[in-house]
């Protein structure tokens, strides 16, 4: 669980054991406190010493054994890193069954697919895969993006739940296997007599009911009881926003970083909204013509033209300009749309005006470009006498700054008769109307509990003397129960496209700019031992090195001065601060076109780690970002420590440790230093968990250490690096990557290597000799 999230505090001995019924089928149970010496011997529970349940209804999608699609309603149950699935609620059914059962391993990932269309209503889909064997998979379905967000919560506390589990003990030879095992089978250990110990329950949203009653009214998605600050993220900020005007409780920005440049105006539009950010990010996203009319000015009339992926669809919309000027013809415009979830919870949606095939010019309408926008919307903290939820809504979009000058001067109100001042509107428009809807913020989709265990909750005793046969992803692949496939108590896809649902019971969870942070060598790297010389001369890449700032299809290394870490007080007061000079020195950059993802490339006869110089350097930190394109491209970095690692510290902790020990530890910060705003606001600024975002393969030999990183693993991933290398000749792009502090022992962060790609050219990659 992340520690950011918050729970309601342990009530006292004796508390009302009473249900507290709610409309989400939320039943409230009695807390007793626990004995700390039982609960450090019980498998189930977590670091902190508490056990985590999460449960809530899913439809799993899949097909069956004669190639039939169906779509069951399912009730799905996270304990620890055990899953299970039920056909009925266990808490209001005790004699329930699972029907699947499984246990989440160290290979598990959780892919999120975005948007997809399911006979007549939109799913957030949710796909599972080995990521040793992709052929073993399965996908499940949410009715909200925040349902989707916090089932991927509860599968990465599993994850945290196994790796907990590991690091208290079991054998050498355990460990040892850990990264070759694929499955966690055998008997669990036995944990009855310690089944009084505290855990959360952890409701996901809402009942089969519910989940009917909204399929025609959005918004009733429900808050979480946490939420992610919404801060300036890892990468000091390059624009300098100045408040010229406020309207309607919104502000309005203009960048004035370079009020001289002769471009065009970056503006933007910044509102709280009392909703959550999944909320809002639905209202945003929806086509539906009667709820847009009531906040929306101008793209108020969308249908959808094409959808490219759950990520990215193109919509064709019209406007009467009667309601901005005096133009008497009928306007209409097409715009793609490209969205995705940050790691921190932030909803970013871009929008770039496009021409389509199937919408051509149309006669009484004159197409107008709609100016290129973002919408960014993230979870703003609660105060703690309220629970209301609250979001911070920026919308942001350039402007020919002629007629916005004279308006921000108070010259000229013609502006508010145009296009980008209908666009700036809409956060004012939003805010309103999400205000004036209490059913936006009263609905808690999500709830959170804490309890002791009960027989309706199907303890995990019961699987003290069961055998967990398979990880989970196979307890819900398509080909793993034909009872399943062919229930008729269930929601199917029949052949008239319409939902069916029969006999389901209800019921259903302040940055430091002027410190910096630089590598203790001492605790890193051996003294003892001699430096060598790292001289770029000895080495050398398919990618040549900049000669200066100006130089194009090149690399540098800059200073880790422009990204934000973790500092000494982190876990105290959440304090970032400049990052110092990298701990590795970058010494040859390869840039490779390959047919097919290239891993192992340090094994290569004519790698460099495989040359005399690369054999005799102490440490070598391979990082290969696999590049999905036509055709497939592999970025390939070399860091090397002028010393041997320390065993005992952080980095040689990395090194040496465990895959999942990786994955939770390994950060890249990405930047556009220099190029397209739109591009920039797609990558972002805040530090990325790879090892959770994407596929990550770990190569540990000799004197090195090789990452492959399967970008085009993650769906989001694939359309934010199409986006960029679209524009990869125009860009300046930074990258630094970190290894996470979690313990106050390794604070404070250090930056353990940068590079700086100066606007590439595709052609320029060399072909992989093998």
């Known amino acids: 669980m992340d520690s950011g999230e918050k729970f309601k505090k342990v009530r006292p001995e004796g508390a009302s054991s009473e249900s507290g019924g709610s409309e989400s089928g939320f039943e409230g149970r009695p807390v007793h406190n626990f004995d700390d010496k039982n609960m450090r011997n019980d498998d189930n529970v977590s670091g902190d010493g508490q056990k985590f349940e999460y449960f809530g209804w899913v439809y799993h999608l899949g097909v069956n054994s004669i190639g039939r699609e169906y779509c069951h309603l399912r009730f799905l149950f996270i304990r620890g890193k055990y899953m299970e699935m039920y056909k009925r609620d266990p808490h209001e059914d005790p004699s329930a069954k699972p029907i699947r059962r499984g246990v989440v391993g160290h290979t598990f990932m959780v892919e999120e697919l975005g948007r997809r269309k399911v006979n007549v209503k939109d799913f957030y889909i949710l796909r599972f895969y080995n990521r040793l064997d992709e052929t073993r998979k399965g996908e499940i379905a949410c009715l909200t993006a925040g349902d989707a967000r916090k089932w991927m919560e509860a599968f990465d506390h599993a994850k945290q739940q196994a790796a907990y589990e590991l690091s208290r003990g079991g054998s050498a030879r355990n460990k040892l296997n850990m990264e070759d095992e694929i499955n966690l089978e055998g008997h669990r250990p036995r944990v009855r007599r310690y089944a009084r110990g505290l855990k959360k329950l952890i409701r996901i949203g809402q009942g089969p009911e519910m989940l009917l009653r909204r399929s025609s009214s959005l918004g009733s998605g429900g808050r979480p009881d946490a939420y992610f600050d919404a801060d300036s993220g890892d990468v000091v900020e390059a624009h300098q926003w100045k408040c010229v005007r406020t309207m309607g409780g919104v502000r309005i920005f203009e960048d004035v970083s370079n009020p001289k440049s002769g471009k065009g105006i970056l503006v933007k539009a910044v509102g709280v909204v009392d909703a959550n950010a999944d909320t809002v990010f639905e209202i945003v996203l929806s086509l539906d013509r009667n709820k847009r009319y009531e906040w929306d000015t101008i793209t108020g009339d969308l249908e959808m033209l094409d959808s490219v992926n759950g990520h990215y669809d193109v919509v064709y919309g019209t406007f009467n300009p009667r309601y901005l000027s005096w133009w008497q013809t009928k306007r209409d415009f097409i715009f793609s749309r490209r969205w995705f979830r940050g790691q921190d919870g932030t909803y970013t949606i871009l929008q770039f005006p496009c021409e389509h095939k199937k919408r051509p010019s149309r006669s009484g309408y004159e197409r107008t470009i709609i100016n290129p926008s973002t919408w960014e919307i993230s979870n703003l903290s609660t105060y703690s006498s309220s629970n209301a939820a609250r979001c911070l809504v920026t919308q942001m979009l350039e402007i020919s700054p002629r007629g916005w000058l004279k308006w921000r001067n108070n010259r000229s109100q013609k502006f508010e008769k145009t296009v980008p001042y209908a666009l700036l509107s809409q956060v004012a428009g939003l805010k309103e109307y999400v205000g004036a809807n209490p059913a936006f913020t009263s609905v808690s989709s999500t709830t959170f509990v804490q309890s002791k265990i009960s027989h309706a ?301 100066n606007r590439l050219q595709l052609e320029s990659a060399v072909r992989l000799e093998v």
């Open 457 to 757: 909750s199907s303890s995990s005793s019961e699987f003290e003397d069961a055998e967990v046969p398979d990880e989970f992803y196979d307890a819900i692949s398509a080909d793993s129960s034909s009872e399943d496939e062919d229930d008729e108590d269930d929601m199917e896809v029949n052949k008239d496209k319409k939902i069916k649902l029969k006999n389901v019971s209800w019921a259903i969870a302040s940055l430091a700019l002027k410190r910096t942070s630089a590598p203790d060598i001492n605790k890193e790297l051996n003294l003892h031992e001699p430096p060598i010389s790292l001289e770029p001369s000895q080495f050398y890449g398919s990618m040549r090195r900049a000669k200066n700032e100006g130089d194009t299809n090149c690399w540098s290394s800059p200073d880790g001065t422009g990204f934000m870490i973790r500092g000494k007080t982190y876990l105290k007061d959440n304090t970032k601060v400049k990052g110092g000079e990298p701990l590795l020195k970058l010494i040859a950059v390869d840039w490779f076109k390959v047919d097919n993802p290239a891993t192992k490339v340090a094994m290569y006869p004519k790698s460099l780690i495989q040359t005399d110089a690369g054999k005799k350097l102490p440490f070598v930190l391979v990082i290969n970002l696999e590049v999905p394109a036509k055709p497939n491209y592999s970025l390939v970095l070399y860091y090397a420590a002028d010393r041997p690692v320390n065993n005992n510290s952080l980095l040689g902790k990395f090194a040496n440790g465990t895959d999942l020990f990786r994955d939770s530890r390994f950060k890249l910060i990405p930047s556009i230093a220099e190029g397209y705003w739109m591009v920039k606001r797609a990558v972002g600024t805040k530090a990325c968990k790879l090892g959770k975002a994407v596929t990550c393969k770990y190569l540990r030999q000799d004197n090195f250490l090789e990452i492959d990183i399967d970008i085009g693993s993650s769906s989001v991933a694939r359309s934010v690096i199409g986006l960029v290398l679209g524009y990869i000749t125009s860009i300046v792009v930074d990258l630094a990557i970190v290894i996470e502090a979690q313990e106050e022992e390794e604070l404070p962060e250090y930056i353990l290597g940068t590079v700086r790609l």
